[in-house]
């Protein structure tokens, strides 16, 4: 145990906020990535850190950065754990900091239309919040009961109204961090500005490898008068992506748009279902409107509405994964454990961006990579926008012919063919250590450059060492 570092760190922020237990240890050393989908980072699943610290304030986040520069401790932000690459893993022996105790929503303003938030407040928290005045959170994924403003920010997630508010990112106005040296410092609380380099943006979406986020101010939107929710089946894959180009195209704006192609075996024969889910929100007359010309252009190119709850049924439960998430990892008093039960579905889960030119070319060269490597594809979807393409697929259970390492070089075959077609290999779930790897092949010279900013930032590559900047 490095007991100088932890009896300095107790000085800190008081007994109560720090801990070597090794249960805590254990159960925050790790996040919602499991060994199967690791692959050729799973080994960085077995480092253990040195102790957890939950600091209160943001003061005491920038004086646990100040002591892990002196005494040269890598440090890995936590917010809800709940990340699947890996990003917020630990490094042996690094400080955990936990902002889970930094969780108070400061002000919610109905004049501004903002709320202002602590990194560890929970996404649901600050949606509620937000009710209680009638206006709306633009985030909301699956995981809204579990992931945190922070982590949100750091991996700049895509929820279910990303369609119409766009993602995370795109709902901070101002934010607090603190930067590895420990400096503290605040951007300003306004929608716009006409100079750049822009401070927040160095922060969003690079998994606490820039600066520990403390607060943030975030955008928030009026309760809709109205939303209208629909269900449409298509007979295939493209004529549902057809549809979907040409709603957008036409200037069609959705709050939802999931589209999904769920196949499954039959006997011999693979059926598939592919319906787009809607939802239409705003003023009355808006979301009529809107809704009105979806329906026409869907019905155009063949897509039946569906029966009558579907859609509502839809809605209801898109937060069910991240509920099902709560209870039975988090709540389940041994965190690390359920999470490595969780682990034995061997399935992958990418999402990855192109041209809405290349798509469908894309997903053809995507289908002929994974049947020749014998991967069976269970669904292909759109999620807010036609570019963003998610698909899911497992191994074929041939009596244990695969293995782990095959599926990491089909996962990387899958997403080097984005990146060669013009795309990205991610658009939803950030870098980690499951991803690092492939970050010089995506940036290209631009790697050298965001080196150099990180090197100027973190001279002694104290945050998050050996992820999304290497
Ligand atoms: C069941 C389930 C469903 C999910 N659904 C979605 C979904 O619909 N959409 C989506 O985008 N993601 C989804 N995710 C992934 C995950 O919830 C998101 O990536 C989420 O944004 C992570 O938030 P977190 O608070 O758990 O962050 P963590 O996992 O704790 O951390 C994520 C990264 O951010 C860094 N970090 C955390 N807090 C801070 C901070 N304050 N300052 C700087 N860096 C910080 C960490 O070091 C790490 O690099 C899902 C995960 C699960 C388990």
Redesign the pocket.
Known sequence: MNTGLIRDLTGLLGAGNVSTDQKHLNDYAG??LGDYRAFGAVHRLDARPAAIAWPTSTNDVSRVLKLANRLDVPV??????????G??VSSDGCIVLN?QRMDRVCRVSRRDMTIRAQ??VVLDTAAKALRSEGLLLGHD???RP???V??????N????TAAKYGP?GDQALGLE?VLPDGEIVRTRDVPKRSYGPSLAHL?IGT???L????EATLRAFPQPERRILRAIEFSDFEAGFEAVVTMYAEGVQPTMLDYGEELWRDGESVESDATVYLAFEGFAEEAEAHDGRAVKICESMGGHPSGEGEAENFWRTRHA??E??LRQVLQSGDVAGARRARSEYRMEYLHVALPVSRVLEYRRRCQELLRERRAIVREWSLWARPEMLSFLFLEEDDGGGQTSSDMGEVVDRTLTLAQDMGGTMEY???V?VKLAHLMERELGAGMSAVRRIKRALDPNNIL?PG?QLG
């Open positions: 996040d919602a890995a932000p936590y917010g809800g754990g709940t990340g699947v690459m990003a917020a902002l990194a560890g994924p699956w995981s579990i992931a945190t922070g982590g949100a920010l750091s991996t997630g895509v929820g279910y995370m961090a922060l998994e606490g490898t600066g520990v986020i403390t994964p991240g099902r998430y939803c779930h950030g980690g998050n992820k």
